[in-house]
């Protein structure tokens, strides 16, 4: 339910409902938690309804703007105002990936991507390597 858009809530579905769903992907992704966290279904469903998605300019301030756009657009709910089709959304991600630091386009560090059990994971499995007898 936390990736369905306002139309399929009225029992209509479409291609744009696809990129509802990657706007909140994004919206997540840049906001750094869930965009429905602290709602009950019926508090999602009568948001959608309402045309009330909370905005990531205010969950994530200091996000790029481009970034804010994308999603925003991603997430109009009104299907005139979304993007027409992925490859509309896909061009301005690209924009915005293309006007990064050289930094992004290097290989990320692995135990930033991980999950935090993950990450405790990789730490434990380092000092028993490191723990080995012969290991340097």
Do not use: N
């Not at 509802?20 to 938690?33: I, K, S």
């Not at 999602?44 to 999603?71: C, G, M, N």
């Not at 692995?110 to 028993?128: G, M």
Request: hydrophobic content about 50%; overall charge neutral; glycine content about 2%.
């Amino acid at each position: 339910l936390t990736y369905i858009s306002p139309e399929q809530v009225h029992g209509v579905a479409e291609a744009r409902s696809d990129l509802f769903a990657v706007g909140v992907m994004l919206w997540e992704a840049v906001a750094g938690r869930r965009l429905w966290h602290d709602r009950s279904e019926a508090e999602i469903i009568s948001a959608l309804v309402q045309a009330t998605v909370p905005p990531l300019a205010q969950a994530a301030p200091a996000a790029d703007p481009a970034l804010v756009a994308a999603a925003d657009c991603a997430l109009a709910c009104a299907l005139d105002q979304r993007y027409p089709s992925a490859r509309a959304m896909r061009v301005d991600l690209e924009a915005w990936l293309a006007r990064q630091p050289d930094a992004l386009a290097q290989q990320p560090d692995p135990a930033r991507l991980q999950l935090p059990t993950q990450r405790l994971k990789a730490r434990e499995l380092r000092v028993v390597i490191q723990a080995r007898p012969g290991h340097r």
